[in-house]
């Protein structure tokens, strides 16, 4: 046996893993992009340029800046009442003591840079499931706000694999609301969505977008000057087909 079939042992698994992985990731990649990208955008001017009574559902802290965060810096500057609404305090994302207190300040600071009311509620993390006490919460908020415009994390989550119940619980409720009698008219967005067909440029409110995500130190991983690249990076994904530097994607439901 030669020297380099003794070395291809040990290679070739090596080869076909990292193969797999590019391939998944043109896979995914593409998942994020729209069909028809310039319609989108377009659908996103249209839902930024008008004043709603906006409604944002994150289920824990920070989950509404890091997928909606520049949308809603954009529609509250644009004259829209935005309310951002978190379903629980974060409080299973570490050991450390009073987690859920501290994301939930960090979850006002991250409100007070995109101008939005928030309504913290304290379902339990990690618990959030369909069911009673979710309509319960839903219905509450919906007699606050009487919203136009709502956001929730899309039900079929942005890939099929690492889906968080949690996240999942949410868009299946607020999509269950839509098919009942309980809905009115409001427009619904899902975030974090699959083949999306509304993209909204955010090149303007970029700073403050990665400014609402810095908000919740708690839970950045790494040096602060690498969070400015990641969030970037993830406002690129779905923006490579039309002329915007950064965009966020979302569903438009109904």
């Known amino acids: 046996m030669s020297a380099v079939e003794r070395r291809s042992g040990p290679v070739l698994p090596w080869l076909i893993a990292g193969s797999a992985v590019a391939t998944a990731w043109v896979v995914w990649r ?90 913290q509620l304290d379902l339990p993390d990690g618990g959030i499931r369909p069911g009673p006490e979710l309509e319960r919460a839903l219905d509450e908020l919906w007699a606050r706000t009487r919203p136009e415009l709502v956001l929730a994390f899309d039900p079929k989550g942005p890939t099929p694999l690492a889906q968080n119940p949690d996240h999942l619980a949410l868009g299946a409720a607020v999509l269950a609301r839509a098919r009942s009698s309980v809905w009115r008219g409001e427009r619904i967005y899902f975030y974090a969505a699959r083949q999306p067909n509304v993209l909204v440029d955010i090149t303007e409110v970029m700073q403050e977008k990665i400014s609402a995500v810095k908000a919740h130190r708690s839970r950045l991983v790494g040096p602060d000057w690498a969070v400015n690249p990641f969030v970037r990076g993830v406002s690129r994904l779905h923006a490579g087909r039309v002329p915007a530097l950064y965009t966020e994607a979302f569903y438009r439901l109904v």
């Open 30 to 119: 593409r998942m994020q992009q729209p069909y028809y990208p310039s319609v989108a955008l377009q659908a996103g001017l249209e839902m930024v340029g008008r004043r709603w009574r906006v409604l944002a559902i994150g289920p824990h802290p920070g989950d509404l800046e890091l997928f909606a965060g520049g949308t809603l810096r954009l529609l509250s500057q644009n004259g829209s009442a935005v309310t951002l609404a978190v379903l629980s305090r974060g409080e299973q994302a570490t050991n450390r003591a009073n987690i859920g207190e501290i994301r939930a300040r960090e979850a006002e600071q991250a409100a007070t840079i995109l101008r939005a009311e928030l309504v």
